[in-house]
Nanobody, 113 residues
Framework: QVQLVESGGGLVQAGGSLRLSCRAS???????MGWYREVPGKQREQVAT???????TYVDFAKGRFTISRDDANNMMYLEMNNLIPDDTAVYSC????????WGQGTQVTVSS
């Protein structure tokens, strides 16, 4: 029903920044959404969430470095990542809840030291 497509991943040196984007095929108005990441051998973990009215939450490692935002008019959600470290290397996926949870395929972020 809903398609989510991430973009903006890539290779970056430690200390650099990336901005991830998530495009939804349906309206995201009132939709709670979030960014998650996954590395081989580890379970997917939450990075940040943003509620329909804009309230945000961050996991500890993201606080002060990452910023989640949304643009409801364009069905877009973003994750601005600053001061990246190698441990941030992962596949980052966006998610939203339209009566059920939908996931994008993810975008690879690789941080070199």
């Amino acid at each position: 029903q809903v398609q989510l497509v991430e973009s903006g991943g890539g290779l970056v040196q430690a200390g650099g920044s990336l901005r991830l984007s998530c495009r939804a095929s349906e309206s995201i108005v009132h939709i709670p959404m979030g960014w998650y990441r996954e590395v081989p051998g580890k379970q997917r973990e939450q990075v940040a969430t943003i509620r329909g009215r804009g309230e945000t939450t961050y996991v500890d490692f993201a606080k002060g470095r990452f910023t989640i935002s949304r643009d409801d008019a364009n069905n877009m959600m973003y994750l601005e990542m600053n001061n990246l470290i190698p441990d941030d290397t992962a596949v980052y996926s966006c998610s939203g809840y339209w009566g059920q949870t939908y996931w994008g395929q993810g975008t690879q972020v690789t941080v070199s030291s």
